[in-house]
């Protein structure tokens, strides 16, 4: 008796990094249910830690959900290959080759709705504890130091201008949340709808106007050739030495020895870091040893929240690929209509 073959699986590959310490998803094991109640689609964890994502592997799996790792052109060179999504577990791209990958009809998808409200919240409480001087006043209280405390006036913000770079999905964010607060908000961005910003309380204005008006800087851009290096000795030097500094996007939009040059010599007030231009931070970064400058480790976003949207998107894309479906949040590549 003979009958239809059955319809081969969609293998899916999770890298390793997803995981906590204990084996356990970081995203908690909900978003799963999108590939465990799939019939079509077969799925694990890499059984390998990686760095960067071999040949070997894209000759293993049709899909892959990748956290860290980065997916170069080395990785599609070989004609074994079979993935043909590879899905970003967050925002930012710039760690996948998606020009090389597309070239080898392969597409790069990533989680642009999930991340937005998370990493506008991550802005404004680096701008809160900036402008309460919250570490001071708990070391102050810490170490017994009391009667110290007028000496660590904080900031209030209605009589303030928050300056966000790019007006993206997180920076429109941004505006929505800070809004209530009363103070003015100035955008710089040369892509975005003077339109759309006037709707969200704020005014479109040069870059270098933002850096000389703004007292809290917050940079929300995408990586890129254009933004490398975006915020240099000169632009710092153009600040207020009273304002703050916040860097919520990916390390080297920072000329980080710029930075640190600005900190050191009282050219900025002070600085708040979730990213940085070499990750793990080095032991001997200056930064970790200055008193004016909150550092988290690209993590002040992650909640449990923030990490189950960021994979119910992330999967889903793969999800919609493995059945035909367009995903909902595919990268274009440059020349793309």
Not at 90 to 101: E, F, I, K, Q, T
Request: hydrophobic fraction near 45%.
């Amino acid at each position: 008796m003979s009958g239809a073959a059955a319809q081969p699986r969609f293998r899916v590959g999770l890298t390793r990094d997803l995981l906590k310490p204990g084996g356990e998803p970081s995203f908690g094991r909900g978003p799963l249910a999108l590939l465990d109640d799939d019939p079509l689609i077969e799925w694990e964890f890499l059984p390998e830690t990686l760095d960067a994502i071999t040949p070997d592997v894209m000759a293993r799996y049709d899909g892959l959900y990748v956290n860290s790792p980065r997916v170069g052109a080395d990785a599609v060179a070989r004609t074994d290959r079979r993935v043909r999504i590879v899905s970003r577990h967050g925002v930012g791209y710039d760690s996948v080759d998606v020009p090389a990958l597309a070239a080898r009809d392969v597409i790069t998808t990533n989680t642009p709705v999930a991340v937005r409200r998370p990493v506008a919240v991550a802005a404004l409480t680096f701008i809160f504890a900036l402008a309460g001087r919250l570490i001071e006043k708990d070391r102050l209280t810490r170490t017994g130091r009391w009667h110290e405390r007028t000496g660590h006036m904080g900031l209030g913000l209605t009589t303030r201008t928050l300056g966000i770079i790019g007006a993206g999905g997180i920076g429109r964010e941004l505006l929505a949340l800070a809004r209530p607060f009363g103070w003015r908000m100035v955008v710089a961005d040369p892509y975005v709808d003077a339109a759309v910003v006037a709707a969200l309380g704020a005014q479109i204005v040069p870059l270098d106007q933002l850096l000389r008006e703004a007292d809290f800087v917050v940079a929300t851009v995408l990586l890129n050739d254009a933004t490398h290096h975006l915020m240099n000795a000169e632009r710092f030097a153009s600040m207020k030495r009273s304002a703050f500094f916040i860097n919520v996007s990916r390390g080297p939009v920072v000329d980080e020895p710029a930075l640190i040059a600005a900190l050191r010599g009282g050219t900025i007030a002070g600085a708040g870091l979730d990213v940085f231009e070499q990750e793990p931070v080095a032991p001997d970064n200056p930064l970790l040893g200055m008193p004016n400058v909150l550092l988290t480790p690209h993590a002040l976003c992650w909640t449990d929240e923030c990490f189950d949207a960021i994979a119910r998107e992330g999967l889903g894309c793969i999800v919609d690929f493995a059945h035909g479906r367009t995903p909902r949040s595919v990268v274009r590549v440059a020349g793309d209509v």
